[in-house]
């Protein structure tokens, strides 16, 4: 079990599109997390913890809120339904943070 303050910008991502269903992959010619929008399309890069159009969504369908400076921490912090808070350095990280807490509590643990 990792614990969600140490995962990587990329293992991030790649466990929201696993807590959310999408399949991510590194094209051929590509070094960056890549998905398929919609099939036929072109694939496009894969980082809602760092691009509004992917990860602002996702705030909004699991209604995940967001403050700065929660309980005295100088970091954005999320919080989701059942009981979970998480911080992170911007608001997109905290929130897919909270998002894979929720979605996938067997693989990830939160500690401080």
Known sequence: MENINNLSPVKLDVLVAEAIGIDVFY??????LSYV?????APREWAPSRFWSQGGPLIEQYKID?????????EW???????INVQGATVLEAAMRALVCLKLPDLVKITS
């Open 66 to 74: 967001l403050n700065w400076g929660w309980e005295e921490m100088a």
């Open 27 to 32: 094209p051929d010619n590509n070094n960056k």
């Open 37 to 41: 929008p919609i099939t036929g399309m």
């Open 77 to 83: 912090t999320a919080s989701i339904e059942p009981d």
